[in-house]
């Protein structure tokens, strides 16, 4: 919702639907998540 | 290195359009922009005493990136989304806002958050530039709008305005930003007591096939495009003017600090040919009617993001012997140069970081675009290898954030000394042969960047080779004078004042007084946030102020993450005010980061988080961090819940 649906337009982010699709959405979330869980299990 | 030149620069003073001694009407404090004021109350032997007198807390958390003014006793500063704040400047009473409200959507547009940078003055009117393009007349005694007009008429381009609006005569000058994203950059001047346009000029050629623009820039149009090739017009090529304008009332000039192109790398925008006039370049234009007077262009064919935006200072000097009117400026690339105003001849220049051949570089160091400048010609001595031919992939300095960015340098005409934020940040660049547009993404031209390993020795040896240092800079001697080392980057404007002092704030929270002649630290305070723009300094009533408005913003704030100090933004952008014996005591507010809920494991696949770290790269790395590492101002996506609902 917030990457591709623009949910946080009324914050001046963007709203990429057009430019991303499902996949690479998923992508960027999954690499999101092991970057949290890299800090979590260095911290 | 130091390059050797004929001339020897002394005894240089202030110039232009002053403001009384007491107070700062403009950005730059007058038209000189030296930051350089002659009040001295506060002083090396004073600055002990010196204490917290009042503070003002905005509305909004985003961003702060204003130099506050102050006219006749009243403080005006700027918050994030152009929001203007009149206050009492002896006690921070509130005394009225202005709310252009700017439609928040507008920020997509904007690549370094809704920040904006501050405000003119003149005969009673205030002027805004908000983030949606309007040029707004506000009143200085009631907040009451007097007209407003819309400035971003320029063509279909992802423009915002983030910069202050420069008072010259009886015009007030405004440019815009978008060059990042794809725009094609002008200035405009309008009536200051109308808002009716004056005169407008382009930066970079437009699509032939339209014919002229009907512009004060049509004269040298022509010419310019010669040095343009390829279909550059297809992402606007650039050159936007987003930060400085310096007006030269002696000369009836202005002087325009002009942005990158439009894309970065020069293969896609332009063919690899040319030194496309006039990105990257000081130009200089009749102030009356916009025409073209000379330019010069610092980095001839740009290709890493290398503005001229950055404070363009003038001063009166003595040259050889004889009295020269010069102006100066540190830009992004890493050079300081002293310019004949008069002529735009180059008169001497400098490097402010270390910048080395190609062959005398460490192997697997990141490598200088040049080595040096040739005074004659005025053009840099290029490493051709930095220009990242073919398929090659190099790592360069300094590149985007600059080795000077927009953050306003200073000039104390009791010393000659020119104290520069200065740091020095690589980056890697490979031409990317697929390269497309994408609405509101980087246009880099760039293949993206991936993730960072996770690996934090590695991570701590990347954030240590990024420098930072305040630099007092000897104009006569093209060479530091002192240093004072930063551990982060991202540190804020300077102010210089006759008490021999220069004040900065780091990017480490901290607010310094500093010995300008010999660079001891003197006094210190902790803001927990940085003021961006620049210590403004004023006196009423015989007692002599010093203030800030402190809020983490800009691009560094929000790509830099690793070389940040990981501390939460504060709630609100602050001003706060200082005076010898202030004793108001600051009530410290919890920065920690927020904690961290990874969210279950989504794949495990190595080409997946590939893709991932790429595509982040390409798409959110410029808001929330490179390498999805935050600087902490927007939201930190692996410290956020929204992380399990994209």
């Not at chain 2, 009836?252 to 896609?268: H, L, M």
């Not at chain 2, 020269?324 to 540190?330: F, I």
């Not at chain 2, 002599?544 to 691009?555: K, M, P, T």
């Amino acid at each position: 919702m917030v990457v591709k649906d623009g949910a946080l337009l009324a914050n001046g982010m963007p709203q990429f639907g057009a430019e991303l699709p499902d996949d690479d959405v998923e992508a960027i979330r999954a690499f999101v998540a092991d970057e949290a869980r890299f800090i979590a299990a260095t911290k | 290195m130091k390059l050797r030149n004929a001339f020897i620069i002394a005894a240089l003073a202030l110039t232009g359009a002053s403001a009384p001694d007491e107070h700062w009407t403009s950005y730059g404090r007058d038209a000189s922009e030296q930051r350089f004021s002659p009040l001295d109350q506060i002083n090396v032997d004073t600055v002990a005493q010196l204490g917290l007198a009042w503070r003002f807390d905005m509305r909004d958390g985003r961003g702060v990136e204003a130099t506050p003014l102050e006219v006749d006793g009243v403080l005006y500063v700027t918050s994030a989304w152009s929001v203007v704040y009149a206050l009492d400047a002896t006690n921070g009473k509130p005394l009225w806002e202005f709310d252009p409200a700017v439609d928040r959507a507008v920020g997509a547009r904007a690549c370094c958050d809704a920040v904006n940078r501050g405000l003119a003055y003149r005969d009673g009117r205030i002027f805004v530039a908000a983030l949606d393009g309007r040029l707004i007349a506000v009143d200085a005694k009631t907040g009451t709008q007097i007209w407003a007009t819309q400035t971003l008429d320029g063509g279909n381009w992802p423009y915002v305005i983030t910069g202050a609006p420069r008072v010259a005569g009886k015009l007030v000058l405004i440019g815009n930003s978008g060059a990042d994203l794809g725009a094609r950059g002008y200035v405009t001047a309008y009536d200051t007591d109308t808002g009716k346009l004056a005169w407008r000029f382009f930066t970079v050629p437009g699509n032939p096939a339209n014919g002229p623009d009907h512009a004060a820039s049509d004269l040298i149009m022509a010419k310019v495009a010669e040095t343009w090739a390829g279909e550059w017009w297809k992402q606007g090529g650039g050159g936007t003017v987003w930060d400085s304008i310096t007006y030269d009332a002696a000369l009836g000039q202005v002087y325009i600090g002009v942005g990158n192109g439009s894309p970065w790398n020069r293969q896609v925008r332009s063919a690899d040919k040319g030194d496309n006039w006039f990105l990257a370049s000081i130009v200089a234009l009749d102030a009356r009617t916009g025409e073209y007077r000379w330019h010069y262009q610092a980095t001839p064919g740009d290709t890493w993001d290398a503005t001229a935006t950055q404070s363009i200072i003038l001063a009166d000097a003595t040259v050889a012997g004889k009295p020269r009117k010069v102006l100066m400026q540190a830009p992004k690339n890493g050079f300081f140069y002293v310019i004949d105003r008069r002529t735009g001849k180059l008169l001497s220049a400098g490097n402010i970081v270390p910048m080395a051949r190609t062959a005398d570089t460490p192997k697997g160091a990141p490598i200088s675009w040049a080595y040096g400048i040739d005074i004659k010609t005025g053009r840099p001595l290029e490493n051709p290898e930095a220009r990242y031919p073919g398929n090659t992939r190099v790592m360069v300095h300094p590149t985007g954030m600059g080795a000077h960015s927009w953050q306003p340098m200073a000039y104390s005409p009791k010393t000659n000394f020119a104290f520069i934020p200065a740091q020095d940040y690589a980056a890697t660049f490979q031409a990317d042969p697929q390269y497309q547009p994408i609405p509101n993404a980087r246009a880099s031209g760039l293949m993206p960047g991936g993730g960072i390993p996770q690996d934090n020795a590695l991570r701590s040896a990347i954030a240590k080779s990024v420098h930072a240092k305040l630099i007092a800079w000897d104009v006569a001697a093209q060479k530091a004078a002192w240093t004072l080392d930063y551990a982060f980057a991202g540190n804020g404007g300077v102010l210089a004042t006759n008490g021999n002092l220069v004040f900065q704030s780091g990017a480490d929270g901290i607010f310094r007084a500093i010995n300008a002649v010999t660079g001891k630290l003197m006094w210190t305070f902790d803001a927990q946030a940085t003021a961006m723009g620049g210590p403004i300094t004023y006196r009423i009533g015989g007692t002599q102020y010093i203030a800030i408005a402190i809020g983490n913003g800009g691009a560094h704030w929000l790509a830099g993450g690793l070389s940040s100090p990981q501390r939460k933004a504060l709630p609100t952008g602050r001003v706060l005010v200082f005076k010898l014996g202030g004793s108001l005591v600051y009530d410290r507010t919890d920065t920690a980061p927020d904690p961290v809920n990874p969210p279950e494991p989504v794949t495990s696949d190595k080409a997946v988080l590939g893709r991932g770290a790429e595509k982040y790269g390409v798409f959110c790395a410029a808001c929330h961090g490179f390498g999805g590492i935050s600087g902490q101002v927007l939201p930190d996506l692996r410290r956020s819940p929204v992380a399990g609902d994209a």
